[in-house]
């Protein structure tokens, strides 16, 4: 399972730390998502990137801030964080926004500290 | 916006019983519906999905059905077996900001006991 990739896998960090997750899809996709996993939400949409425009940001905190450079790469820079932002961040691309099918990534295991 | 509600949120059955998950949507203006299977440690994946258009779809032993009238549509799994337990997402479609995106249900974590 190749199409959508996610770096790194795993990521603990402290509240002042900043780091970035990395997505990256080969399929020829023009929509790219980013979506939070936790206990409490299981799927909750952060972002929304249409031909690299964002069309959706879900009043998602400052501390989280994506960029999409092209089609094929998304990304989120993380900073001071906080501990219940642990979870779970999932990218996934579809062929265009709307009633498609979308591909996950593996997901990103984030834990704050 | 739209709003999907799941239910139950755990289910067990026996295996090669069935299992019936259901949900319901706020938004009339929804087109899409897909199911999502996500096995422990993996990511989720596209099991089935049905259109607006459509009353009921199968592929093997799944199937979906829709009443657009009453807002809920339910994913049946017949004759299972020990692979089908994971968690599994309804969504609907929301178009919002001139984009569709997809709203998920809060996920129904099914158990196959052999």
């Known amino acids: 399972e190749t199409g959508v990739t996610q770096t790194p896998r795993h990521l603990v960090m402290g509240m002042t730390n900043k780091k970035s997750l990395k997505c990256e899809q080969h399929l020829g996709h023009n929509a790219m998502y980013w979506y939070k996993q936790s206990a409490k939400k299981p799927l909750e949409l952060m972002f929304v990137y249409s031909l690299e425009e964002r069309v959706e940001n879900n009043s998602v905190p400052s501390r989280f801030s994506p960029e999409c450079p092209n089609s094929s790469h998304l990304f989120l820079h993380l900073h001071t964080l906080q501990p219940e932002d642990s979870a779970l961040y999932l990218c996934?691309?579809?062929?265009?926004?709307?009633?498609?099918?979308?591909?996950f990534g593996p997901g990103t295991r984030l834990t704050v500290t | 916006g739209e709003n999907v509600e799941q239910h139950p949120s755990t289910l067990s059955v026996q295996e090669g019983d069935s299992a019936v998950i259901k949900c319901t949507y706020s938004d009339s203006a929804s087109n899409y519906f897909p199911w999502y299977k996500q096995e422990l440690g993996k990511r989720p994946q596209l099991i089935i999905d049905?259109?607006?258009?459509?009353g009921e779809k199968k592929d093997q032993r799944i199937a979906v059905t829709l009443n657009k009238t009453a807002k809920h549509f339910s994913l049946h799994i017949t004759e299972t077996q020990p692979e089908d337990s994971a968690v599994y997402f309804c969504?609907?479609?929301?178009?919002?900001?001139?984009?569709?995106?997809?709203?998920f249900g809060q996920g129904t974590r099914l158990t196959i006991n052999p």
């Open positions: 049905i259109r607006s258009n459509v």
């Open positions: 969504a609907a479609s929301e178009v919002a900001a001139g984009a569709q995106k997809l709203v």
């Open positions: 996934a691309s579809s062929l265009q926004t709307g009633p498609y099918e979308q591909y």
